[in-house]
């Protein structure tokens, strides 16, 4: 009896050696099976990204992921996810297509790019910038992508907010070109232009009134959130290139005098 009880007993546990060896191979290909087919945000297509990126806004959800890695970066910082300006629309249901700077400009988030295309002039007579925005030309050259002022605007763009401005040629008839307020205003590769007028000495092609109470201490180089930038850009017309406010003042300035043209780089900083 003491035999036949022990003979059962490793039976038994045999058995259940062998239960517990199928319920854990069950386990693992079960983990194995839901680890393999379980979806992945990296495992969509560039296409689908993009579309999920469209609904981020740009600052900060956005800016954060082109953080993540290079293919975010790419994704998220692509020309399909910006607003385009166009004089004409073939269709008028096509997302994020305007016909006037001024519609882009009011539809823009904070962080927003607009690409403004090539051909014919553009309207832009007293457009207020009052979030960060970078306003693109669609061309090859400043020359292809022009805004024009007309008489009796103050100025084409007004900026009240940290904003860039390139690849763009920008007119004025009497007035100034750029009126800068408030924020970091950085002008690269661009064209401006005060055509000439009996009444030259009322025209500058860049305006800075940024005022001491509204200047605050940050970590930039110039020492100040509030300033412009000004880099291989062409100046042309006006009494003079830049006027500004008594608490404001021309740093860093260097020109290259080019076989057609004169190209500025300047910054216009508050007073230490």
Same mark, same amino acid.
């Given at each position: 009896?003491?035999?036949?009880?022990?003979?059962?007993?490793?039976?038994?546990?045999?058995?259940?050696?062998?239960?517990?060896?199928?319920?854990?191979?069950?386990?693992?290909?079960?983990?194995?099976?839901?680890?393999?087919?379980?979806?992945?945000?990296?495992?969509?297509?560039?296409?689908? =990204?993009?579309?999920?990126?469209?609904?981020?806004?740009?600052?900060?959800?956005?800016?954060?992921?082109?953080?993540?890695?290079?293919?975010?970066?790419?994704?998220?910082?692509?020309?399909?996810?910006?607003?385009?300006?166009?004089?004409?629309?073939?269709? =008028?249901?096509?997302?994020?297509?305007?016909?006037?700077?001024?519609?882009?400009?009011?539809?823009?988030?904070?962080?927003?790019?607009?690409?403004?295309?090539?051909?014919?002039?553009?309207?832009?007579?007293?457009?207020?910038?009052?979030?960060?925005?970078?306003?693109?030309?669609?061309?090859?050259?400043?020359?292809?992508?022009?805004?024009?002022?007309?008489?009796?605007?103050?100025?084409?763009?007004?900026?009240?907010?940290?904003?860039? =401005?390139?690849?763009?040629?920008?007119?004025?008839?009497?007035?100034?070109?750029?009126?800068?307020?408030?924020?970091? =205003?950085?002008?690269?590769?661009?064209?401006?232009?005060?055509?000439?007028?009996?009444?030259?000495?009322?025209?500058?092609?860049?305006?800075?009134?940024?005022?001491?109470?509204?200047?605050?201490?940050?970590?930039?180089?110039?020492?100040?959130?509030?300033?412009?930038?000004?880099?291989?850009?062409?100046?042309?017309?006006?009494?003079?290139?830049?006027?500004?406010?008594?608490?404001?003042?021309?740093?860093?300035?260097?020109?290259?005098?080019?076989?057609?043209?004169?190209?500025?780089?300047?910054?216009?900083?508050?007073?230490?």
């Amino acid at each position: 009896m003491a035999k036949a009880d022990m003979s059962r007993v490793v039976k038994d546990q045999s058995r259940v050696a062998i239960v517990s060896m199928e319920e854990n191979k069950q386990r693992k290909w079960k983990r194995k099976g839901t680890s393999s087919s379980s979806p992945s945000v990296n495992s969509l297509d560039d296409g689908c =990204l993009m579309h999920i990126f469209s609904f981020l806004s740009p600052i900060p959800d956005r800016y954060n992921t082109a953080l993540v890695c290079h293919r975010w970066r790419y994704l998220a910082c692509h020309p399909r996810l910006w607003l385009r300006v166009e004089r004409t629309i073939k269709d =008028l249901s096509e997302p994020g297509v305007f016909p006037t700077i001024e519609a882009a400009v009011a539809a823009a988030r904070p962080g927003d790019t607009i690409l403004i295309a090539t051909g014919g002039v553009h309207s832009a007579s007293n457009i207020q910038i009052t979030k960060p925005l970078c306003l693109i030309g669609g061309g090859e050259l400043p020359e292809e992508t022009t805004l024009f002022c007309t008489r009796g605007s103050e100025s084409a763009l007004e900026f009240l907010s940290t904003s860039k =401005l390139s690849n763009l040629t920008v007119k004025a008839e009497l007035g100034c070109c750029l009126l800068h307020r408030k924020g970091r =205003l950085i002008v690269d590769g661009c064209v401006l232009q005060c055509e000439s007028n009996p009444l030259d000495y009322l025209s500058c092609p860049i305006v800075c009134t940024a005022s001491p109470d509204k200047l605050l201490p940050s970590s930039v180089k110039g020492g100040y959130t509030h300033g412009v930038s000004v880099s291989h850009t062409r100046i042309e017309g006006g009494a003079k290139a830049v006027l500004t406010s008594e608490d404001l003042t021309l740093q860093h300035v260097r020109v290259i005098y080019a076989r057609t043209a004169l190209l500025f780089w300047f910054d216009v900083e508050y007073k230490l």
